[in-house]
């Protein structure tokens, strides 16, 4: 009885999981979400432990699907000068590393910010941030610079979680934004 159960709670739960994840990769318009879109998934999170203890040790583990797999590849044959700080790792650790973000790469993944990045960089573009793509400054130009550069309480672009209040989900949802130091984001 135990048993049943059991194995009735995990397919149940692996049901669930598959009707989500079909959910979030079916779904791929862009604008316009209603209510019932909101909780949809943006890129799939960052589900790898050891990444999200190295790469998140000094700000936001970036989710692989907002980069194509050629940054990541750049980004990490350049760890000894990353943004003008030392985050060098040794040769087996960023193979491992690397393996996870071009398996899980904007590129190669179906969700629908991911897919949007791609689109938005030219076969050439290689950028070294999220930040400079134009997908992402797309989505950012209504924002005015006392809300980020000259807000203490952000500072960076580069600091997604800190106004995506689910960004650890990889939710992105403008509805979910909360700039720290104001009251509302409105459109
Ligand atoms: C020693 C601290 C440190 C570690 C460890 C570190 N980073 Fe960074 N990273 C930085 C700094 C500093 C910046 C620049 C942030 C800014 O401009 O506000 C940055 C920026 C980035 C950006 C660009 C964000 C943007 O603006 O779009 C990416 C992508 C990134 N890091 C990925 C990684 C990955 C992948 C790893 C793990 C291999 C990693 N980082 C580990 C310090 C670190
Ligand atoms: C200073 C606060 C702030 C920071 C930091 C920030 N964002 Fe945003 N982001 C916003 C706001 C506000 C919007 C909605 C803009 C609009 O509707 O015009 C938005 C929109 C977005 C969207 C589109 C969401 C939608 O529903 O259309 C994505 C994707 C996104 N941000 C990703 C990121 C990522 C990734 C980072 C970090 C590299 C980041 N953002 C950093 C405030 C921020």
Redesign the pocket.
């Known amino acids: 009885m135990k048993t049943a159960t059991w194995i009735l709670v995990n397919v149940l739960g692996i049901a669930l999981g598959l009707g989500l994840a079909s959910g979030v990769v079916l779904s791929d318009d862009d604008e316009g979400e209603g209510g019932w879109r909101q909780s949809r998934l943006d890129v799939a999170p960052a589900d790898n432990a050891f990444?999200t203890e190295?790469?998140g040790?000094?700000?936001f583990?970036?989710q692989p699907g907002?980069?194509p797999a050629r940054?990541?590849q750049r980004?990490?044959g350049g760890?000894d000068d990353?943004?003008?700080?030392?985050?060098e790792?040794d040769g087996a650790d960023?193979r491992q590393?690397m393996d996870y973000?071009s398996t899980n790469a904007a590129d190669r993944s179906s969700f629908k910010r991911s897919r949007g990045i791609s689109r938005s960089l030219q076969q050439g573009d290689t950028p070294?941030?999220?930040?400079?793509t134009r997908y992402?400054k797309r989505k950012h130009h209504e924002l005015s610079s006392h809300m980020v550069k000259g807000n203490p309480k952000v500072?960076?672009?580069?600091?997604c979680n800190l106004c995506h209040t689910q960004a650890s989900r990889g939710s992105y949802n403008e509805h979910q934004v909360k700039i720290p130091g104001f009251r509302y984001w409105d459109d």
């Open positions: 990444y190295e790469c040790a000094c700000h583990p970036y907002l980069l940054s990541w980004l990490m760890l990353h943004f003008g700080e030392n985050a790792l960023a590393l973000l070294l941030r999220i930040t400079a992402f500072r960076s672009f580069s600091n």
